[in-house]
T-cell receptor, first 113, second 111 residues
């Protein structure tokens, strides 16, 4: 595997379910990000981890819970989501917090019923 | 202040033509302006980027023009090809190093 990978690629869940999104980067980077991409809206930064510590939490509802066990892996735990949370969730990584070049994964298409 | 306004929302160009996408911003603290290209089913990928001390940057068929006084920057794709059909996002980096993205432009290049 190369670059940034995300699993699953598609996820359908009910409002009462608990699921997790996984991201893995194979680039040796030390910063990782979660973004939300909704149709006709700008990419929304959700969380930033640098050296496995959360350095940014962009006023995201508590039903989204990130976890970064090491510099290569990032999770987004989901519980009691709302239909408006349906979107493409993108993971990205970069070398350092300079945010210069972020490498994105292909995303997880989430549908909340 | 953190907004980046991108236009047009969609663009159709004939093969060989010039595609132009524009972005405008308000925050004078932005110090780095990248453009990302996203194909269906893929994440965005960095295409080209510019810093505000330069008025133009060219990489192959892709050129960024930057007008600091007008707080505008644009992406020009010369000799547009069907393979360039994608969604393009402009972005700007603020003093807190966060990237603020535009809403995106869906480019279709007809053969």
């Amino acid at each position: 595997e190369t670059g940034v990978t995300q699993t699953p690629r598609h996820l359908v869940m009910g409002m009462t379910n608990k699921k997790s999104l996984k991201c893995e980067q194979h680039l040796g980077h030390n910063a990782m990000y979660w973004y939300k991409q909704s149709a006709k809206k700008p990419l929304e930064l959700m969380f930033v981890y640098s050296l496995e510590e959360r350095v940014e939490n962009n006023s995201v509802p508590s039903r989204f819970s990130p976890e970064c066990p090491n510099s290569s892996h990032l999770f987004l735990h989901l519980h009691t989501l709302q239909p408006e949370d349906s979107a493409l969730y993108l993971c990205a990584s970069s070398q350092g917090e300079s945010y210069n070049e972020q490498f994105f994964g292909p995303g997880t298409r989430l549908t909340v019923l | 202040q953190q907004q980046v306004k991108q236009s047009p929302q969609s663009l159709i160009v004939q093969k060989g033509g010039i595609s132009i996408i524009n972005c405008a911003y308000e925050n004078t603290a932005f110090d780095y302006f990248p453009w990302y290209q996203q194909f269906p089913g893929k994440g965005p990928a960095l295409l080209i980027a510019i810093r505000p001390d330069v008025s133009e940057k060219k990489e192959g068929r892709f050129t960024i023009s930057f007008n600091k006084s007008a707080k505008q920057f644009s992406l020009h794709i010369m000799d547009s090809q069907p393979g360039d059909s994608a969604t393009y996002f402009c972005a700007a980096r603020g003093s807190n190093y966060k990237l603020t993205f535009g809403k995106g432009t869906l480019l279709t290049v007809n053969p």
